[in-house]
């Protein structure tokens, strides 16, 4: 599932944070397909993406992009929830992390 958080608007650009539930490459691939839909292939470069491989891994998201990610079926949530998600998403990679290094395929 993918979440936005409200806007934040004490900046020069107001902008949101699109993220998945899932973690790992699962997530990663859930969030590029959803951003894919928002921004046209013709435009999503995947170094947007934030913090890739962590619990905090998503994109900012701005302007009409906003509104177009919620009409595509971006949850809202509350930053509240969002932290809560991230928390989710720590646990779920400390499963896959063995020896110190992290047993998935990079996407």
Same mark, same amino acid.
Request: proline share 3%.
């Given at each position: 599932?993918?979440?936005?958080? =409200?806007?934040?608007?004490?900046?020069?650009? =107001?902008?949101?944070?699109?993220?998945?539930?899932?973690?790992?490459?699962a997530?990663?691939?859930?969030?590029?397909?959803?951003?894919?839909?928002?921004?046209?292939?013709?435009?999503? /470069?995947?170094?947007?993406? /934030?913090? =890739?491989?962590?619990?905090?891994?998503?994109?900012?998201?701005?302007?009409?992009?906003?509104?177009?990610?919620?009409?595509?079926?971006?949850?809202?949530?509350?930053?509240r929830?969002? @932290?809560?998600?991230?928390? /989710?998403?720590?646990?779920?990679?400390?499963?896959?992390?063995?020896?110190?290094?992290?047993?998935?395929?990079? @996407?």
């Open positions: 599932m993918i979440y936005i958080d =409200p806007l934040n608007k004490e900046k020069y650009m =107001p902008s949101a944070h699109l993220i998945s539930s899932l973690s790992g490459c997530g990663r691939k859930e969030l590029i397909e959803f951003a894919v839909k928002v921004f046209g292939i013709s435009k999503f /470069q995947r170094w947007w993406i /934030q913090k =890739p491989g962590t619990k905090k891994e998503h994109l900012n998201i701005w302007g009409r992009y906003y509104e177009k990610a919620i009409k595509k079926g971006a949850k809202r949530i509350s930053t929830e969002l @932290v809560r998600i991230m928390g /989710q998403k720590k646990v779920a990679i400390k499963k896959y992390i063995k020896g110190g290094k992290l047993y998935e395929k990079r @996407v």
